[in-house]
């Protein structure tokens, strides 16, 4: 399973993609972008199915985070915290708390709702995919912004 997750992260290096988000094969991963120009912002906690699922409790997930926060070659963290059995905000704030590098909020953000619940904990940002591409969610600026030519390393979230 892994060999298809190596492929991406090769394949992301000779793109020349500025990050890399999720993963769960961390190890393998930072050794395979080591080097490269490429940040890398895995899923912290345990990650089953498809679409992915934030499995475990949230002390598991926090001392998964701040495990992988702590990694080299680990820039930021991809949280799927709108696909956690319990509060997607309360998590994304307790993970933003502990640790020291940027967390994106992630999974089913299909909503203003979940886009400012996720400002309020904390988050750096969001990832939007299926619900923007299928045209059933709009993202409205004013829920988010982030100042032109900041990168990760600026990570504060905008309030």
């Known amino acids: 399973?892994?060999?298809?997750?190596?492929?991406?992260?090769?394949?992301?290096?000779?793109?020349?993609?500025?990050?890399?988000?999720?993963?769960?094969?961390?190890?393998?991963?930072?050794?395979?972008?080591?080097?490269?120009?490429?940040?890398?912002?895995?899923?912290?906690?345990?990650?089953?199915?498809?679409?992915?699922?934030?499995?475990?409790?949230?002390?598991?997930?926090?001392?998964?985070?701040?495990?992988?926060?702590?990694?080299?070659?680990?820039?930021?963290?991809?949280?799927l915290a709108y696909r956690f059995g319990g509060d997607a905000a309360a998590i994304a704030a307790q993970v933003v708390t502990a640790v020291d590098v940027p967390v994106l909020a992630a999974g089913s953000v299909d909503r203003a709702e979940r886009i400012a619940a996720s400002r309020d904990a904390g988050v750096w940002g969001f990832t939007a995919g299926t619900a923007v591409l299928d045209g059933s969610f709009r993202i409205e600026a004013a829920f988010w912004s982030r100042p032109r030519g900041s990168t990760s390393a600026d990570a504060r979230p905008v309030r």
């Not at 992260?9 to 993963?23: H, R, Y």
């Not at 961390?26 to 490269?36: H, S």
């Open 1 to 79: 399973m892994f060999l298809r997750g190596a492929r991406s992260l090769e394949a992301a290096v000779g793109l020349g993609v500025d990050v890399v988000l999720g993963g769960t094969r961390v190890a393998e991963g930072v050794k395979i972008l080591d080097g490269a120009p490429v940040e890398y912002w895995p899923f912290p906690g345990r990650v089953a199915g498809h679409p992915s699922i934030l499995c475990g409790d949230a002390a598991d997930i926090v001392a998964s985070a701040r495990d992988l926060a702590a990694t080299t070659g680990v820039h930021g963290l991809d949280l």
